[in-house]
């Protein structure tokens, strides 16, 4: 009996703390089709096959639900190397499986700029620039996900 409760709380205190949507999950598979084709089409290495990405172990503060429930350990970060272009395997930021769905695709046209240099933050902020100037159709796409983004950020305390 024991057992079984301890299984009840685990799974309801794991999908209390969990961060995601997954009624609106999509998949790497989902998009597969049209990915290798979109990221060609967007200027990105014709050469490299499009995997999913392994978690990586982030070290950043959790929520302390998160901590009680054991989650939020690891992130699953969109990058490439010689070899592929590694994208999650499953999106589930947004309420909407369109947004995240097109998440998908920002993540692929971001890769498809060639790599800037600093760190992670100014690259990815030179990246989005040349994205947004290079293939000014996708500033909608971008605006939208900002915009969806905003409201689900946990914001600091005054």
């Known amino acids: 009996m024991e057992d079984l409760v301890g299984s009840w709380w685990d799974r309801l205190v794991r999908r209390a703390a969990y961060p995601g949507y997954p009624q609106a999950a999509v998949l790497l598979d989902d998009v597969a089709p049209q990915a290798l084709l979109f990221f060609r089409a967007m200027g990105g290495d014709p050469g490299l ?45 947004y ?24 760190d992670w933050l100014q690259s990815n902020s030179e990246g989005t620039a040349r994205c947004l100037t290079t293939m000014p159709g996708l500033a909608t796409l971008y605006q939208r996900l900002v915009a969806a983004l905003l409201p689900l950020r946990n914001w600091p305390a005054n």
């Open 49 to 93: 096959a499009i995997r999913s990405a392994v978690g990586t172990a982030h070290g950043a503060r959790r929520r302390w639900l998160a901590r009680v429930a054991g989650i939020d350990t690891h992130v699953e970060l969109a990058w490439r190397d010689g070899q592929a272009l590694y994208l999650p395997e499953r999106i589930d930021l």
């Open 95 to 118: 309420p909407d499986a369109a947004l995240n769905r097109g998440l998908y695709f920002w993540l692929m046209a971001l890769a498809a700029q060639p790599p800037a240099q600093g």
